[in-house]
């Protein structure tokens, strides 16, 4: 009995100082990225396929599951755009643009378009994000991305950052003819 005690109180002290030195320690883990996908419209004048500012001043984004058997319902966001915002780009992630819901961010299939151009939809499927550990020690565990591309009305896009630095790399979404 006397052992039993001794062995259950030197594994919980050992548990407490193994998290409680995981509790002071800051991971830096340079994936900030890694789980998301940027857009941006084409609006530099006199470029082909450029939209105008007033074409952009309202962004409609729906999501809708992959699975034809998912729970979850589509879900639709109006991007309401000021002038000085136009030209930022839509970030499509974990949290980001709608409300996290059960299902990972590559799950759905994302349309994207200006309000005021319904003709002008974007389709994004096909959402591929893959990473292994790459630093990993008793507190943090880091990842680097190993494959990460989308489709874009059916058109493959590879979205990883070629330097390998974990920068955004966006896509451009020119105005269709």
Request: hydrophobic share 35%.
């Amino acid at each position: 009995m006397l052992r039993s005690s001794f062995t259950r109180l030197l594994l919980l002290g050992s548990t407490l100082a193994l998290g409680a030195c995981c509790a002071n320690k800051s991971c830096f883990c340079q994936d900030a990225y890694d789980n998301v996908v940027f857009f941006r419209f084409n609006v530099k004048p006199g470029t082909p396929g450029a939209f105008t500012a007033a074409e952009l001043a309202t962004i409609i984004i729906t999501r809708t599951p992959v699975s034809p058997r998912s729970t979850f319902k589509p879900d639709t966001v109006r991007l309401t755009r000021t002038l000085a915002q136009v030209d930022d780009s839509i970030a499509l992630g974990t949290s980001l643009t709608f409300p996290s819901a059960g299902l990972r961010f590559t799950q759905y299939q994302y349309k994207i378009w200006p309000a005021s151009l319904p003709k002008q939809t974007f389709v994004i499927d096909s959402l591929r994000v893959q990473s292994r550990p790459d630093a990993v020690d008793g507190c943090c565990t880091c990842y680097q991305v190993t494959r990460k591309d989308l489709r874009l009305d059916k058109d493959s896009i590879n979205v990883m950052d070629p330097t390998g630095q974990d920068k955004p790399v966006y896509v451009l979404l020119n105005k269709k003819p």
